[in-house]
Every structure is written in structure tokens, then in C-alpha cells.
């Protein structure tokens, strides 16, 4: 099936520091979703793009879909305590069905 | 709004035991889908349903059965839990192209 690769697998930062992940895929996708997830919960949408070199904002969040489509990043400026959690990148072909990138592990000193 | 909720949250199966996960939610969307999460997996897809009496498969469906009788629900069955179903299950409802996660199942089989 298709397979999203999601870099870096994790990231330990101090407070205060950027962050940037990002996601490249084989195939073409229509849609790239980020979403967070924190512990014992499900995913929450935080940014999604439509179209070819979008870049696209949510506070601190901005991400960017690739010109070829086959790619993603997600930036958080100024990360804070509450950033802490589990970032997954999504590709949407048709039918509405996503395809998942296999996550990135933040952690933050305070 | 409960959006969408899951029972049971936890559940621990013996090989060979048959259990249904539920589904429910409560926003009138027309598209459903189950998701499994393993560790360094992200999440990967196991069924989906577009509306009510029509389901497919997804990534994983094997070992799994679901139907879609209603609009509001949409129950994951095992018929002989593996070791292997180790996981948790997310279900998701979706309008357009935001899905939205219920809080998850943790199933382990032992």
C-alpha cells in the first residue's frame, strides 16, 4: 500500500525552540492533513492543505504542501509545554480515505 | 455534540474470543472509518463506509467484519481475536475532508 515517511521519528527540545517535521510520500495526494495526538486520546486535526504550494497558518502552526504533492512540513515556532504530544502527517487520495505517516514523538525541557 | 465515541476504552481478549467495538456519532456524517495503531505504525486503515449499507476495505481488513445499518454507528468485529489485533482501534466520522477521532480502544489479546 502507500507509505508516508515521517522525519525525524522524534525530537527532544528545550521551551522556546522551533520545531519543523516533515513528510514525503511516493505517491501523489490530493489533500496532506497534520494532526496531533496526545496521550490516551485520538488525533486532532490542526492544518490541512488543498493545493500545490500552499502554506498555510494556525498560531504558531504553518505548514506547506509540496509543489510536486508528493510532500509536506509542519513548523511550530516557539514551542510551549502543551506542543508535547505526537504529530502525524496524512495523505488524502480519493474516496476521503488517509493515509498516515508513522509520527513524530515531541518532548520539551522546560 | 458528543461527536464520536468508542466503547469499550479497554478490553482484554483471549485467542479465538469474538467481540464487537462500537461506534457512534451523533454529526450526521456520511463517512466512517476504523483505523488501527501500532507502535511505529501510525495509524493504518481497516474499513470505511461512504453512507449506510455500504462498506470496504481498507489497508488491514483481514480478520475484521463491520457493517453499517444506520448512519450513526458503525461496529468493528473480531470473530477470532490473534495476538497479532493487539492494538488500539480508532474510529473516525468525517465531513468533507475533516475526520474527526474517537478517544480509541485499547484491545490486547492474549
Known amino acids: 500500500g502507500q507509505q508516508l515517511n515521517q522525519s525525524p521519528q522524534s525530537m527532544f527540545i528545550q521551551e522556546g525552540e522551533d520545531v519543523s517535521m516533515n513528510c514525503t510520500s511516493s505517491?501523489?495526494?490530493?489533500?496532506w492533513l497534520w494532526y496531533k495526538q496526545d496521550p490516551g486520546e485520538g488525533p486532532v486535526l490542526l492544518i490541512a492543505?488543498?493545493?500545490?504550494?500552499e502554506l498555510t497558518s494556525n498560531g504558531r502552526l504553518t505548514a506547506q504542501f509540496g509543489i510536486t504533492r508528493k510532500d509536506s512540513f509542519l513548523n511550530i515556532s516557539a514551542s510551549i509545554p502543551s506542543d508535547v504530544g505526537i504529530y502525524f502527517c496524512?495523505?488524502?487520495?480519493?474516496?476521503?480515505?488517509?493515509?498516515f505517516g508513522q509520527g513524530t514523538r515531541l518532548t520539551i525541557n522546560p | 455534540n458528543a461527536g464520536v465515541t468508542q466503547t469499550p476504552k479497554f478490553q482484554v481478549l483471549k485467542t479465538g474470543q469474538s467481540m464487537t467495538l462500537q461506534c457512534a456519532q451523533d454529526?450526521?456524517?456520511?463517512?466512517m472509518s476504523w483505523y488501527r495503531q501500532d507502535p511505529g505504525m501510525g495509524l493504518r486503515l481497516i474499513h470505511y463506509?461512504?453512507?449506510?449499507?455500504?462498506?470496504d476495505q481498507g489497508e488491514v481488513p483481514n480478520g475484521y467484519n463491520v457493517s453499517r445499518s444506520t448512519t450513526e454507528d458503525f461496529p468493528l468485529r473480531l470473530l477470532s481475536a490473534a495476538p497479532s489485533q493487539t492494538s488500539v482501534y480508532f474510529c473516525?466520522?468525517?465531513?468533507?475532508?475533516?475526520?474527526?477521532f474517537g478517544p480509541g480502544t485499547r484491545l490486547t489479546v492474549l
Open positions: 463506509s461512504v453512507g449506510a449499507g455500504i462498506t
Open positions: 492543505l488543498y493545493k500545490a504550494g
Open positions: 454529526m450526521n456524517h456520511e463517512y
Open positions: 496524512a495523505g488524502q487520495g480519493g474516496a476521503q480515505k488517509l493515509v
Open positions: 473516525a466520522s468525517s465531513y468533507l475532508d475533516t475526520q474527526y
Open positions: 505517491s501523489i495526494f490530493n489533500t
